[in-house]
């Protein structure tokens, strides 16, 4: 079955750097995944996504890689700002018409 | 553009009693939509998700249900809460087809 997993729980930065939150998967099959954001006492935010025919897509400040070799993704941010503080997810999707998601990584920005 | 709508926002609730909770999706026809619960500090599970009016599926069994009467609208109901339903209710919606999903505000409930 399907199981993801985050590297760090909690990654703490400072005001200016740059962010990186990993996540590993584990089913091969996994065709598309996504990146959400959650704030405290909010639902998860839609940030970005990814398909497995891509090892690259960039936003706004934002740039997620994807190796599929090693079943691992990563969400990059630039230039961290104060309200990039928040809970990140990540989520894939196996065509079961629904998400997995990862248990998350808690990002605090140091002024 | 569409638009989620959850609530209440926060309900507090005796074991034992009743519970429903309510999700509505705006600006959009035949949305596929999903029932999240979230413990604290964890991640999301996936209870239940609907294709269409009176169409559920149950991803977990547990002691809550799910209906959809109306084409945007998700209810999540139990006849009598327990104390480990406490938690974080989450109502997604994506295309029909779709696997972008898109979450409400939430419902935080807590069952003493």
């Known amino acids: 079955g399907e199981s993801v997993g985050l590297h760090l729980p909690t990654l703490s930065v400072q005001e200016g750097d740059n962010s990186i939150i990993n996540c590993a998967y584990s089913?091969?099959?996994?065709?598309?995944f996504i990146w959400y954001k959650q704030e405290s006492g909010k639902g998860p935010q839609f940030i970005i996504d990814?398909?497995?025919?891509?090892d690259k897509r960039q936003g706004q400040r934002v740039t997620v890689l994807l190796n599929k070799t090693v079943k691992h993704l990563s969400l990059q941010i630039a230039a961290t700002q104060p309200g990039d503080s928040a809970v990140y997810f990540c989520?894939?999707?196996?065509?079961?018409?629904?998400?997995?998601f990862g248990s998350g990584t808690r990002l605090q920005v140091q002024p | 553009s569409q638009t989620i709508h959850q609530w209440p926002a926060t309900l507090v609730q005796p074991v034992g009693s009743p519970l429903s909770l309510e999700c509505t999706v705006e600006?959009?026809?035949?949305?596929?939509l999903y029932w999240y619960r979230q413990a604290a500090g964890r991640g999301l599970q996936l209870l239940f998700y609907?294709?269409?009016?009176?169409?559920i599926s149950s991803e977990v069994p547990q002691n809550l249900s799910a209906s959809r009467p109306q084409d945007r609208q998700f209810i999540l109901s139990s006849k009598k809460l327990l104390l480990s339903d406490s938690g974080f209710y989450l109502c997604?919606?994506?295309?029909?087809?779709?696997?972008?999903?898109?979450f409400g505000p939430g419902t935080r409930l807590l069952v003493l």
């Open positions: 989520a894939l999707y196996t065509g079961r018409r629904a998400l997995t």
């Open positions: 600006g959009t026809s035949n949305p596929n």
């Open positions: 089913n091969s099959a996994s065709d598309y």
């Open positions: 997604a919606w994506s295309w029909t087809g779709g696997e972008t999903q898109y």
């Open positions: 609907s294709v269409g009016i009176g169409q």
């Open positions: 990814i398909r497995s025919n891509m």
